[in-house]
């Protein structure tokens, strides 16, 4: 219940763990020695905001939607408004919250090797299984294996991974987000960037992830002020009617931030103009996201902490069901009940992978120990033979 504009502030934000999003911040680090006791300090560094755990939740939820709407684009015209406008905030609300959990990444050991099993080993892991995926459901056994070259959702680990590892930067320069801004400008209009990692949206997102990285608590309780609440209704109904109205004016390629003005036949300038008018109006429609998450528990808090389970393993679906024809088998997929019918079935699919049993049995994959891979710190291992002498 809201009261006036005064409301409950939400609490610092604890340092995670994790080191992707949308997975949310782990509870415990990979590797780490077990058998500590797990004393008040140690419980209080376990505290989950479930601001972030439902934000993570509801965003991914729109992520399946929007890639269950893609087919019916071409036949419906409000499919093709609501896929816009998802699209327009649905991945900077995830990368601005992946900003905000990096604001104290730094280069120490620790950090980088659960910057290593977190992000870049399931991205190698996820790269190979897609490949493989897309040989057999697509019968395209010519399908390369590049980790060069993202197929579909991996693109995010390999931008959260480079975005990660220049969190130092970004804290010593002076007008971050500027800088930010302007680098994602310059690459709308850089054709020669290539494909290689996928670095057109590694920097065209770029913009978000900075702002996360400098935004505060009070920034999420002003986003949740009664007055931002429902100023957010207007707004998004006018997004709607300006995505139904611009629908078969544009390309929906704009939103994917994956290619240069150049490339999507557009004269060289309006990549400049269009980055800075998206930008604008993906900011817009976060705040508005941001204003309506719950920052309370409610049932669906727990399944922020398996977002990034969800977010990989919904692709095999989504592609599936374009490989094996269901979209043109199922021609009442295309009508007004089927779209309903497509938009519920994707959101429940996305929740159960959510779910803590598929993070169990997926564990291994998405977030990996491997405290074999890397080297003992000398100062840990003659403080356990410390520990250790002093007790016997």
């Given at each position: 219940?809201?009261?006036?504009?005064?409301?409950?502030?939400?609490?610092p934000?604890?340092?995670?763990?994790?080191?992707?999003?949308?997975?949310?911040?782990?509870?415990?680090?990979?590797?780490?020695?077990?058998?500590?006791?797990?004393?008040?300090?140690?419980?209080?560094?376990?505290?989950?905001?479930?601001?972030?755990?439902?934000?993570?939740?509801?965003?991914?939820?729109?992520?399946?939607?929007?890639?269950?709407?893609?087919?019916?684009?071409?036949?419906?015209?409000?499919?093709e408004?609501l896929?816009?406008?998802?699209?327009?905030?649905?991945?900077?609300?995830?990368?601005?919250?992946?900003?905000?959990?990096?604001?104290s990444?730094?280069?120490?050991?620790?950090?980088?090797q659960?910057?290593?099993?977190?992000?870049?080993?399931?991205?190698?892991?996820?790269e190979?299984?897609?490949?493989?995926?897309?040989?057999?459901?697509?019968?395209?056994?010519?399908?390369?294996?590049?980790?060069?070259?993202?197929?579909?959702?991996?693109?995010?680990?390999?931008?959260?991974f480079?975005?990660?590892?220049?969190?130092?930067?970004?804290?010593?320069?002076?007008?971050?987000?500027?800088?930010?801004?302007?680098?994602?400008?310059?690459?709308?209009?850089?054709?020669?960037?290539?494909d290689?990692?996928?670095?057109?949206?590694?920097?065209?997102?770029?913009?978000?992830?900075?702002?996360?990285?400098?935004?505060?608590?009070?920034?999420?309780?002003?986003?949740?002020?009664?007055?931002?609440?429902?100023?957010?209704?207007p707004?998004?109904?006018?997004?709607?009617?300006?995505?139904?109205?611009?629908?078969?004016?544009?390309?929906?390629?704009?939103?994917y931030?994956?290619?240069?003005?150049?490339?999507?036949?557009?004269?060289?300038w309006?990549?400049?103009?269009?980055?800075?008018?998206?930008?604008?109006?993906?900011?817009?429609?976060?705040?508005?996201?941001?204003?309506?998450v719950?920052?309370?528990?409610t049932?669906?808090?727990?399944?922020?902490?398996?977002?990034?389970?969800?977010?990989?393993?919904?692709?095999?679906?989504?592609?599936?069901?374009?490989?094996w024809?269901?979209?043109?088998?199922?021609?009442w997929?295309?009508?007004?009940?089927?779209?309903?019918?497509?938009?519920?079935?994707?959101?429940?699919?996305?929740?159960?992978?959510?779910?803590?049993?598929?993070?169990?049995?997926f564990?291994?994959?998405?977030?990996?120990?491997?405290?074999?891979a890397?080297?003992?710190d000398?100062?840990?291992?003659?403080?356990?033979?410390?520990?250790?002498?002093?007790?016997?």
């Open positions: 219940m809201f009261h006036g504009d005064q409301r409950t502030p939400l609490p934000a604890k340092e995670s763990t994790a080191t992707a999003a949308p997975p949310a911040e782990k509870t415990a680090t990979p590797g780490a020695p077990a058998g500590k006791p797990a004393g008040p300090a140690a419980a209080q560094k376990k505290a989950r905001d479930p601001f972030f755990d439902n934000a993570k939740y509801l965003a991914i939820v729109l992520v399946a939607m929007g890639h269950a709407w893609e087919p019916l684009t071409d036949g419906s015209r409000a499919a408004a896929y816009m406008v998802v699209y327009t905030f649905h991945m900077p609300a995830f990368i601005i919250i992946s900003g905000y959990f990096s604001r990444f730094d280069m120490r050991k620790d950090r980088l659960r910057l290593v099993t977190g992000v870049a080993v399931p991205y190698v892991l996820f190979v299984a897609y490949t493989f995926f897309k040989r057999w459901a697509d019968d395209d056994p010519g399908q390369p294996i590049s980790l060069l070259d993202p197929w579909f959702l991996t693109w995010f680990l390999v931008a959260l480079i975005w990660r590892l220049t969190t130092p930067l970004w804290k010593v320069v002076r007008w971050p987000v500027p800088l930010a801004l302007v680098i994602a400008m310059l690459a709308s209009v850089s054709p020669d960037i290539g290689d990692l996928d670095l057109q949206r590694v920097l065209q997102f770029l913009p978000f992830f900075v702002i996360g990285l400098f935004m505060k608590p009070e920034h999420f309780q002003w986003a949740q002020r009664r007055a931002v609440k429902w100023a957010s209704l707004i998004f109904a006018s997004a709607l009617v300006m995505a139904y109205w611009a629908g078969p004016r544009m390309t929906s390629a704009w939103f931030h994956r290619d240069s003005a150049q490339e999507l036949g557009a004269p060289w309006s990549g400049l103009v269009m980055t800075l008018a998206l930008f604008g109006c993906s900011a817009v429609l976060v705040t508005c996201f941001f204003a309506w719950p920052k309370r528990q049932w669906f808090t727990v399944l922020g902490a398996g977002t990034l389970y969800g977010y990989l393993l919904h692709g095999f679906l989504a592609k599936g069901s374009r490989f024809g269901w979209f043109d088998d199922y021609q997929l295309h009508t007004p009940l089927g779209e309903i019918a497509v938009t519920l079935i994707a959101g429940a699919v996305v929740t159960a992978l959510c779910t803590p049993p598929v993070q169990r049995a564990r291994w994959a998405m977030e990996p120990r491997m405290a074999w890397f080297k003992k000398p100062a840990e291992t003659a403080r356990a033979r410390g520990t250790a002498s002093t007790t016997t």
